[in-house]
């Protein structure tokens, strides 16, 4: 094989799921495995990925650089690996042609050594190469699974699989919960079905035990008055209530925080939530990324009006890291606003340190003392709201007065703030109306006219909305598109083709999240309510997001209320024959 001595090889390289097996037969990897060090027998998959050359010329047998998506040549030798081209190969429908060498501008199948390709690599012959964009992903994660192996002694090939599928699939996710689970991340019914089809086929091989599909939801508020029972919740009354405002203590009595929960525009909400990859980073951050970030957040809360304008400059941090929805906001009013011991979120992201008092001696609490404490409280309450544990989203607490009194030991209080912001956090979150949000789909249909009649009762069944239909030009079909939630997306696409013999064909994709309109913790109070629903009924009343709040409650083992006693009123005979 020649060497890259006059050319410089750049392939953006996105491993898919084609694997050797696939489309011919082991013995034409032999010589593969050889150059890798292992035999074929010991190598019962090989993985291709999928690339484009955009300039020199590829060989078998070049050495070359692999680049992380992060990867910047003025960063260190960060984020790169090395590794040999063992085979290559085009993609001629489900065969695959070994060839020695590529030129620019094809496309084709590359096999390396130690199987460092990973989802959205550069590879370069050299290191002076700036590593191309991230792969966008269309489609987003948001039906869980728990995979685990039937036999305990296979953890470790489970964990393994799981990796090797996430490597070959970009849009799968894969994360180990605090509990020890194993969790697969899908982008919808069809996809997992595929994902756990290839798992058990190429990747575990071994029996295992996939959960019931596990659906995504987030936690939010509307500007409307919370039920008694949010307030029962919460520990609070209407008494407590100042307006908009409640008064929580923190630490004890050190610190008396008042917190008015706001729900945020959704153009705010689309600003910080696509800054998520930022917000997120470690310490080497673009400082121009982070310019143009805040230029966004503060002209978006120009347009909204309101109240948002004078909150330029005063957001505290944003969270929960993972999702980036929710914001902690100082309003310019409280006496610790004009502090120098407090920073806003784009400063802290410059590198801007605060100036931290000692915490060895009796005197009253500073700003800087209960900063960490308050945040990290912020980010715990944004990650399991109080109605599900489910992350909040798009909710700003506004801190609009800080108390800080003195104490006996600074170092005691600051222990005992984290627990407690997080508690005042959840509070406040109940002391406004609450709703659950939930992931929808995009459902495009292709339908015949005689299939029409069978499809709408279908679609309404799994609670959809339809937003157009027309006639494709030059075709006998209708295209329908709807919203449908993920929920009711289950098995829909079985029943679709039962119902119309197969004459309707769906599609579903992630669109968006969607706020449920009813509230969890109604109740039938007018007379004409109770007429509906029956006196008897009260405290069960169909309330059908209450029902989805206490089941993802129950699979996590939160309280839930349940009648026990149902029916105690009708006679049970027990008769001796």
Same mark, same amino acid.
């Not at 929920?487 to 969607?514: C, M, N, Y």
């Given at each position: ?26 013995? +034409? =990897? ?85 199987? /460092? ?8 012959? /050299? ?8 792969? !966008?992903?269309? &489609? ?8 685990? #192996? ?75 008055? #919370? ?5 029962? $919740? ?66 978006? $809360? ?14 505290? *941090? ?35 340190? @605060? ?10 609490? *500073?700003?800087? +003392? ?16 109080? $109605? ?8 700003? =607490? ?19 703030? @984290?627990?407690? &912001? ?52 030059? *075709?006998? $079909? =209708?295209?329908?598109?709807? !919203? ?18 197969? &004459?309707?064909? #769906? ?11 009813? +509230? ?23 309330? !059908? ?33």
């Amino acid at each position: 094989a020649s060497t890259h001595t006059q050319s410089t090889t750049t392939t953006q390289s996105a491993p898919s799921e084609k694997r050797a097996n696939s489309s011919m037969s082991w013995s +034409d =990897f032999e010589g593969d495995a050889a150059d890798s060090g292992t035999s074929a027998s010991s190598t019962p998959d090989v993985l291709v990925g999928v690339c484009r050359v955009f300039s020199g010329t590829l060989r078998r047998g070049d050495r070359v650089y692999v680049l992380s998506p992060g990867y910047r040549p003025t960063a260190g030798g960060r984020g790169v690996s090395t590794d040999i081209i063992t085979g290559l190969y085009i993609l001629m429908g489900r065969e695959l042609e070994r060839v020695e060498e590529v030129p620019a501008g094809n496309i084709c199948g590359i096999v390396c050594t130690n199987n /460092t390709l990973a989802t959205a690599v550069t590879v370069s012959s /050299t290191l002076l190469c700036r590593s191309l964009v991230n792969m !966008y992903r269309a &489609a987003v994660p948001i039906i869980r699974v728990a995979i685990e #192996p039937e036999d305990p002694r296979y953890v470790r090939r489970v964990e393994q699989g799981l990796l090797e599928l996430a490597q070959t699939d970009s849009a799968v996710e894969v994360e180990v919960q605090d509990s020890g689970e194993h969790v697969l991340l899908a982008s919808g019914e069809v996809h997992l079905e595929r994902c756990i089809s290839d798992l058990r086929d190429m990747f575990i091989r071994i029996p295992f035990r996939v959960s019931d599909p596990i659906v995504s939801f987030r936690e939010t508020i509307v500007d409307e008055a #919370p039920s008694e029972k949010a307030l029962e $919740l919460a520990g609070l009354s209407k008494e407590d209530l100042v307006g908009r405002k409640s008064v929580h203590p923190i630490a004890g009595d050190a610190c008396i925080v008042t917190i008015e929960p706001l729900a945020m525009p959704n153009a705010l909400i689309a600003v910080v939530e696509s800054a998520t990859q930022l917000l997120r980073g470690g310490r080497k951050r673009d400082m121009s990324a982070v310019a143009r970030l805040e230029s966004r957040v503060n002209a978006v $809360l120009d347009e909204c009006g309101g109240i948002w304008p004078s909150l330029k400059g005063r957001i505290w *941090t944003i969270g929960p890291r993972k999702l980036c929805t929710n914001m902690l906001v100082l309003d310019a009013s409280c006496s610790c606003a004009g502090s120098s011991e407090w920073t806003d979120v784009f400063s802290r992201l410059r590198g801007d340190s @605060i100036a931290r008092s000692e915490i060895d001696t009796s005197r009253s609490l *500073t700003l800087a +003392d209960i900063d960490n404490g308050i945040t990290t409280g912020f980010q715990l309450s944004c990650t399991t709201g109080p $109605l599900c544990d489910e992350p909040l989203h798009g909710v700003a =607490f506004l801190i609009t007065s800080i108390e800080l009194r003195e104490t006996s030991d600074v170092a005691d209080v600051s222990g005992m703030m @984290i627990s407690s &912001a997080k508690a005042a956090f959840r509070k406040a979150f109940l002391s406004r109306a609450c709703r659950l949000v939930e992931p929808v789909l995009l459902c495009e249909i292709q339908a015949s006219s005689e299939a029409l009649g069978s499809t709408y009762p279908v679609l309404y069944q799994r609670r959809a909305r339809i937003i157009s239909e027309e006639l494709k030009e030059g *075709t006998p $079909l =209708f295209v329908i598109k709807a !919203y449908m939630p993920v929920l009711g997306s289950f098995g829909f696409a079985e029943v679709l083709r039962k119902k119309t013999s197969g &004459a309707a064909i #769906p599609q579903l994709v992630f669109d968006h999240w969607e706020m449920m309109e009813q +509230d969890p913790f109604y109740q039938p109070t007018t007379e004409e309510e109770l007429e509906e629903f029956g006196e008897e009924n009260v405290g069960n009343s169909p309330n !059908y997001v209450r029902s989805i709040v206490d089941a993802v409650r129950k699979r996590k083992g939160l309280a839930v209320e349940t009648q026990v006693v149902e029916h105690a009123e009708k006679q049970r005979t027990l008769a001796r024959k």
